[in-house]
C-alpha cells in the first residue's frame, strides 16, 4: 500500500491566503523609487505586496487618488483583469517586496482564493 504524504496546513486564514500566493507567485524585491509596472503596459501582473509600500501615479506625474498598497494588499489596476494597458504606475516607497503572480496565472488563483475565502 502506497504512503501518503502529511502536507501541514496553517490554522489560520492569513496564513493560508500567503501560502496560496506563494505557490503561484515568486517573490520580488524594488528598492525605493523603483517601478514595479508602469502606465502603458498591457497584461500586467498581480502584485501583492509582502513588504514596504507602493504609490500609484498617472502618466503626468501626478498622484492617482493617493493610492498606496501596503503590506497584505494587492497592487494593481482593474485593467490587469480586462488586459488593457494600465493607466497608472506604481512605483516602491522604500524597499517593497512583492509577491508576483503571473497574468497566466490570474484566473486559477482567483478560483483558488474564493474557495479558500469561503471555507
Known amino acids: ?7 501541514r496546513v ?3 486564514s492569513q496564513a493560508l491566503k500567503l501560502a496560496l500566493v506563494k505557490s503561484l ?3 520580488c524585491d524594488f528598492a525605493d523609487g523603483e517601478s514595479i509596472f508602469r502606465a502603458g503596459q498591457a497584461d500586467i501582473d498581480l502584485f501583492i505586496v509582502e513588504s514596504g509600500s507602493d504609490r500609484n501615479s498617472q502618466p503626468d506625474g501626478r498622484r492617482s487618488s493617493d493610492c498606496h498598497s501596503r503590506p497584505g494588499t494587492v497592487s494593481g489596476d482593474i485593467d490587469l483583469l480586462t488586459g488593457r494597458p494600465v493607466i497608472v504606475t506604481a512605483v516602491a516607497r522604500g524597499t517593497t517586496r512583492v509577491w508576483r503572480v503571473p497574468n497566466s496565472q490570474l484566473r486559477r488563483y482567483s478560483i483558488a482564493y474564493r474557495v479558500l475565502v469561503k471555507n
Open 1 to 7: 500500500m502506497a504512503q501518503m504524504e502529511e502536507v
Open 25 to 27: 507567485a515568486t517573490p
Open 10 to 12: 496553517p490554522s489560520n
